[in-house]
């Protein structure tokens, strides 16, 4: 499997360093805006200039670990040539994208790849999105890791004066990933596995004593109910980001290549 990579940072190094130890895919091409992360996190991998280079190596799988505005403006140049597995999943949260990614998959007969991410549980909530009445993600983490989210300004909050464990907010989806985008990924990937955006219900909540990032997904409906939670730690090269994430990317490929799949 042929790989090209757009986005060398704390998930893309996972990737191409997991690929040359593993074997289980060649990472031939890789771009980032800065140069210099492409060119540290090759492992010897060709460094292309720019997008239009990139996109003119032979390759079966594109990786995105950049940003949700490189999905935006890459997936319809990527689908014609390739399948596209999409780290930013909360770019999907814009309909019209999502509509758009669709219909070009469906045109040029690719595949897009949505890895679980940071959270636990979406193989059984795909099972039972059908029959699933309520699906709620409460996210905890510590108010240094959502400062930044539109909600303080919106709500006239400063997380440094945040002194114990404070629940912030309630809501859709739709309405968490508009005041907390850092949040942004997990809720879209709940969201398009479940029961979608408008029904999500998201709650956060902001605990000061807390180093890791909770999210906990808990579904109910005719077929009974689901409770996962995943603790996660911070990325070192990037807090915002957990390490369980790059995992699931890697894990995602993996499963392309295999003959026997496990899991939902
Ligand atoms: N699905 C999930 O659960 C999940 C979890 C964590 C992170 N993410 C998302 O995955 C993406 C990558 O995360 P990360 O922690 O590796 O980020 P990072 O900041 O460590 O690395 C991103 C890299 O992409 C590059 N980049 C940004 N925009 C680009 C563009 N338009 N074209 C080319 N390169 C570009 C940056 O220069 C940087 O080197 C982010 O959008 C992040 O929100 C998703």
Redesign the pocket.
């Known amino acids: 499997m042929r790989i090209g990579l757009?986005?060398?940072?704390?998930?893309?190094?996972v990737i191409v360093e997991a690929s040359r130890t593993e074997g289980f895919a060649d990472v031939v091409v890789v771009?980032?805006?800065?140069k210099e992360?492409?060119e540290e996190?090759s492992g010897g991998a060709y460094v292309a200039e720019t997008?239009d280079e990139f996109i003119g190596v032979d390759m079966d799988v594109v990786v995105?670990?950049?940003?949700?505005?490189?999905v935006r403006?890459?997936a319809e140049k990527v689908l014609e040539k390739a399948d596209f597995l999409i780290?930013?999943?909360?770019a999907l949260s814009d309909r019209d994208l999502l509509t758009k990614i669709e219909s070009v998959a469906e045109k040029y007969g690719k595949k897009v790849y949505?890895?679980?991410?940071?959270?636990s549980g979406l193989d059984a909530l795909k099972s039972v999105s059908h029959l699933a009445e309520e699906v709620t993600l409460t996210t905890i983490k510590n108010p240094e890791s959502l400062a930044g989210a539109p909600f303080f300004d919106v709500y006239g909050i400063k997380p440094e004066e945040i002194k114990k464990r404070k629940h912030l907010f309630t809501g859709n989806a739709r309405e968490a990933v508009e005041l907390f985008p850092?949040n942004?990924?997990?809720a879209?990937?709940v969201s398009l596995a479940g029961i979608g955006f408008d029904k999500t219900k998201v709650r956060i909540i902001a605990d000061p004593e807390l180093r890791t990032n909770i999210h906990e997904i808990k579904v109910k409906g005719s077929f009974g109910e689901i409770l996962t939670v995943s603790n996660n730690l911070p990325?070192p090269?990037?807090p915002?980001?957990?390490y369980?994430?790059?995992l699931?990317?890697v894990r995602t490929l993996k499963n392309i290549g295999d003959k026997i799949i496990v899991g939902t």
């Open positions: 757009i986005g060398c940072g704390a998930i893309g190094g771009f980032d805006i800065v992360r492409a996190t997008f995105e670990a950049a940003s949700p505005e490189a403006v890459f780290m930013s999943v909360g949505l890895p679980s991410g940071a959270v850092q942004v990924n997990v879209a990937a990325f090269k990037n915002k980001t957990s369980l994430a790059a699931s990317a």
